[in-house]
């Protein structure tokens, strides 16, 4: 018996790691399903980041919910896991609506998670809105370290 939510998660996990191998990105998966996150990018320098994976749908007001939990279903019912923000190092969430991914580091996170306006917002307020355009380069994963410094030393646009 298939589950909707499943393959929307397998479309969601496939899209995003076809997003980071074409950003020169390799992805490493772990063997258990258990583990809060869902597979593991690796920087052409070797830095590696946690990355769980979200599936999410833009809701009327042009926006994602991303919420740091999993929820599953059994034979018992629905269930929910809170995560800790410590459990992975960033949120990847595919949107089908844009056929976008979206790469949120925990440090942009509250502990209930974040919403990502895909849309401008009609109001046009801009204090507290984060605007999902902004978080479409996978390499923001590792904004912050060194590889963020070699990358902006390695461009060659840069002047000196």
């Keep these: 018996m298939r589950h909707h939510t499943k393959d929307k998660g397998d ?4 899209r995003v790691m076809a997003d980071l191998v074409a950003h020169d990105i390799q992805v490493a998966l772990p063997i258990s399903e258990h583990l809060p996150f869902d597979l593991i990018a690796i920087h052409p320098t070797g830095d590696l980041r946690r990355v769980s994976v979200k ?3 833009m809701n009327e007001t042009g926006s994602v919910r991303v919420e740091t939990r999993s929820v599953w279903n059994d034979r018992n019912g629905t269930h ?5 923000l410590n459990d992975y190092d960033a949120i990847a969430i595919y949107c089908p609506a844009t056929d976008e991914c979206y790469y949120v580091p925990v440090s ?6 974040r919403t990502l306006r ?3 917002p009609q109001n046009s307020q801009v ?7 902004s ?6 994963l590792f904004e912050g370290d060194a590889v963020s410094r070699a990358r902006r030393d390695s461009n060659p646009r840069r002047s000196p």
């Design 11 to 14: 479309v969601g996990l496939t």
């Design 55 to 57: 599936y999410r749908a």
């Design 80 to 84: 929910h896991r809170r995560h800790e």
């Design 108 to 113: 942009e996170l509250t502990p209930s998670g």
């Design 118 to 120: 895909i849309r401008d």
């Design 127 to 133: 204090t507290g809105v984060f605007l999902a355009r």
């Design 135 to 140: 978080c479409t380069d996978p390499h923001r």
